[in-house]
């Protein structure tokens, strides 16, 4: 099936973990892909690419919103079109918030946050110019709805990322844009077995926190967003979706 044939979608923090598993599954669908990301990654590049379609690398930090700027530019630029978004890039913190310094606070919230406004702006500006409009995800977290120990300026950008899904929902519902955010539960990434114990002990506690006694693999977020960016969710928006092997439930 190619949904997302004539497509062009721009996704962050394309690299690794759940963006590469995105990039890789709607390039699969037919669509162009661009992949925004601080460094190139010739691995991730060629494994697009042998899914038959165009892909390109564009760097970018998404903390600076001129980076986000003149990445939509150069997509429209390369492609004619921006069809589809995935706000994904993201960073953790660890520490508590007594002991959490103003830096890390502030990094946190300039990736996780204000990086999904900066790329939210000036998606939103190129998808109004098109009559086709758009579709934009952005990644939340199970901690956009629940807490851990820590984890105060990751768990305060997911929880703002909601609202902020929200309200660009609410304000472009009748442009044919659609904005619509993911809740992965413990999904294994880079970005969390980086910044947690490798040992068994710490993957077994992720693992009991999911009714399922697992963790995530990055294919199925990845075909949620590929559910929420298509046409088959054409009344969804403003829906921050879950997809956590039950993890919410307790």
């Keep these: 099936m190619k949904r997302y044939e004539n497509k062009v979608a721009f996704i ?19 669509a162009k892909v661009v992949i925004a990301d601080l460094k190139e990654d010739a691995e991730t590049l060629q494994e697009v690419a042998q899914e038959g379609t165009e892909v390109k690398f564009i760097a970018c930090d998404v903390s600076k919103p001129e980076d986000l700027e003149r990445a939509i530019k150069e997509t429209v630029s390369l492609f004619g079109s921006l069809d589809i978004a995935l706000n994904n890039a993201g960073i953790v913190d660890t520490t508590p918030i007594h002991e959490k310094s103003v830096d890390e606070w ?22 109004r110019k098109q009559a086709s409009g758009g579709s934009i995800v952005n990644m939340g977290s199970i901690m956009s709805q ?8 990751y768990a305060s950008s997911k929880h703002g990322l909601v609202g902020l899904t929200k309200v ?3 304000e472009n519902a009748t442009h044919n844009i659609r904005v619509n955010a993911i809740g ?14 490798s ?14 006694k697992r963790l995530g693999r990055p294919e199925e977020i990845a075909k949620a967003f590929l559910f929420l960016a298509s046409d088959d969710a054409s009344f ?9 092997g039950g993890y919410l439930i307790e």
């Design 199 to 212: 040992g068994l002990e710490q993957r077994t506690y992720m693992e009991s926190k999911h009714p399922m």
């Design 146 to 153: 629940v807490v851990n120990f820590g984890i105060g300026a």
């Design 168 to 170: 660009a929902a609410l």
């Design 236 to 244: 969804c928006t403003g829906v921050y979706l879950p997809v956590d």
């Design 106 to 127: 502030h990094r946190v919230l300039n990736v996780n946050l204000s990086g999904v406004f900066y790329g939210m702006k000036y998606q939103l500006e190129q998808m």
């Design 12 to 30: 962050t923090g394309g690299n690794s973990g759940i963006g590469k598993a995105a990039a890789i599954l709607i390039a699969r669908e037919g």
């Design 184 to 197: 992965p539960g413990y999904i294994e990434t880079p970005l969390l077995m980086d910044n947690s114990s």
